[in-house]
């Protein structure tokens, strides 16, 4: 009798452990490398929660079975308007309610300084309530350099994720704009800095290649002061061309592309899709420009007129159409989509 049970106990272990082979297995294919048809990239499908061990090379069953789907968690923590009942506002010095700034969507009621604002903020700015639809959220960074300054990149991505709770730093989707069906994109400069790595680029790619598809009309706002991610290298740099090249068919598709450049919107953003719009609207005061002041002076050796990298001066320059205040964005966005007939 005894030995009946022993036995019994040995066949539950044994299937038991033949179901958990069984699921690691599928935990492999369906959570392993993914190479993009398209792109030609690679991309590892998990959410990045856990820095060790090497993504790259191996997947440890043990940890993709933890793994969910989940985003990361833990409440977003805002940037641009921080704790507490008053603050100081950078653009005029005065003290200001910060409730009155959340009112006028982050913009201060004394000067008119745009503060800092999420991607989630922006999308329920420009977009009528309830009609974003995210996509391609299940692209996920991964470290494919295995790149450490002060610390892991794969490190730093989880943190960043955790503190911003997004995945990377662009949000893509569709929505509708006073009734009128659009794609739109924002980035996060919340999320190193905005910068464009490989999941960026293939989001926006992706998203411009949907947009050429069911011919919509397309918005990509801009807040990036990173440009291209260097923790990514060659990566990083080749989504100028991929997204620019997207871009590119989409133009020859009739497509009407509106870039909405904030502060700050620099190096290989700026460099590439953010200016390419068919129209090139800037928040006042922003900061837009590729390399900094400082190492433009460092490397050309001339003082360099003042607020040149600004919104004003750059619309003076005929570098952007139009400066458009928060308030009016996603009302010039609806007018622009009529005018041109989209
Ligand atoms: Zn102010």
Request: aromatic share 6%; charged share 25%; net charge positive.
């Amino acid at each position: 009798m005894q030995s009946k049970r022993r036995l019994a106990a040995r066949l539950e272990t044994i299937q038991d452990r033949d179901v958990r082979a069984t699921r690691a297995r599928q935990n492999h294919a369906s959570h392993g490398f993914l190479i993009c048809r398209h792109h030609n990239s690679l991309y590892d499908l998990p959410p990045v929660r856990q820095p060790e061990p090497p993504r790259m090379s191996t997947v440890d069953p043990k940890t993709t079975e933890s793994d969910s789907d989940k985003a990361p968690v833990g409440p977003p923590k805002k940037r641009g308007v921080p704790e507490g009942l008053w603050l100081k506002c950078p653009g005029c010095l005065a003290s200001v309610y910060k409730k009155e700034i959340e009112q006028r969507l982050n913009v201060c009621p004394k000067c008119e300084h745009h503060f800092y604002v999420s991607a989630r903020e922006r999308i329920a700015q420009v977009l009528d309530e309830g009609t974003f639809e995210p996509m391609n959220e299940h692209l996920r960074p991964t470290d494919p350099l295995k790149f450490a300054d002060r610390r892991k990149y794969s490190e730093r991505l989880v943190s960043e994720q955790k503190r911003t709770g997004l995945t990377d730093a662009a949000v893509t989707g569709s929505g509708m704009v006073r009734a009128r069906r659009v794609a739109l994109a924002v980035t996060d400069s919340a999320f190193i800095m905005g910068s464009m790595g490989s999941v960026v680029g293939e989001r926006l790619a992706r998203l411009i290649e949907w947009a050429t598809e069911q011919d919509l009309p397309l918005i990509i706002i801009s807040a990036s002061g990173g440009g291209a991610r260097m923790h990514e290298g060659i990566l990083s740099l080749m989504q100028m061309a991929k997204v620019s090249a997207a871009l590119a068919r989409y133009d020859e598709a009739g497509g009407l592309f509106i870039s909405v450049l904030t502060n700050p919107t620099m190096g290989g953003v700026a460099a590439s899709f953010a200016s390419l719009g068919d129209l090139v609207f800037a928040e006042p005061k922003a900061l837009i420009g590729f390399a900094g002041p400082r190492t433009i002076k460092a490397t050309i050796g001339i003082e360099l007129p003042e607020g040149f990298q600004t919104s004003e001066f750059l619309l003076e320059h005929g570098y952007i159409d139009r400066i458009v205040e928060r308030k009016y964005l996603k009302t010039e966005i609806a007018k622009a989509i009529d005018y041109c007939g989209k």
